[in-house]
């Protein structure tokens, strides 16, 4: 009788301390692919100053759930083949962005943080992340950005679960005004990928179609 006692408090001992534990975070590969005559693109102006930007849908993965601490390795093949690479228009500020989203152009959690490297085609890794969004994001000035083969890694840091149905690699572009650009602005940069996602699915329904990125 003793003995079944000690045996039933030493079950829920462990039971309570495997609830308490920390769930191990998890590391997703992924190999995804999508074709650069795919790429739907945008225009929009803001506070005065125009942006262009273009969003491929990739494929080649299962939903799934991000948690926090969550890793992801990525390795993207734009499938059009070396002649037709995702390319970024050349402008003054470019800024290019991997988005884990639960919809296509989807606004993405606020509460999220993201710290990775991207490779381009086998370049040496440049650092990318997000201070407030699932994505990882890269910026850089007058310089030509374009691939056919794209490497990604990185870790996510989420306040909840979050769900992953789509994943896309996206552009936004403009060109320096005179002044400094107002803090709407750098936060329209940063946060624009969902943004110009949603406004291309309007675009999308209103033209019936794609538009191929020149």
Known sequence: MNLSWK?????????????????????????????????TTNSFTFNGRDYDTGAL????FDPFI?????????TVNITSGPLFPFIVPLR???????????????????????????SFDG?????????????????QSGQ????????????????EPYQVNSITV???????????????AWALMILGFGGAGAMLRRRRGQDGGKLALA
């Open 66 to 74: 991000l948690e926090d601490g969550d890793t992801v390795e990525v």
């Open 123 to 139: 370049a040496p890794e440049v650092q990318a992340g997000c201070s407030n969004c699932t994505s990882f994001i890269y910026g």
């Open 7 to 39: 045996t039933a408090l030493a079950g829920a001992v462990s039971a309570l301390a495997l609830a308490a534990a920390p769930a191990q975070a998890a590391n997703y590969v992924l190999n995804l692919s999508g074709s650069a005559f795919d790429t």
């Open 170 to 184: 996206s552009y936004q572009v403009s060109d320096r005004t005179a002044g400094v650009p107002e803090p709407g």
């Open 57 to 60: 849908e990739l494929t080649g």
């Open 144 to 159: 030509p950005l374009y691939f056919t083969t794209l490497t990604a890694r990185g870790t996510i840091n989420l306040a």
């Open 92 to 118: 003054q500020e470019m800024f290019f962005g991997l988005n884990f989203a639960d919809i296509s152009g989807g606004a993405e959690p606020t509460s999220a943080m993201s710290d990775g490297f991207f």
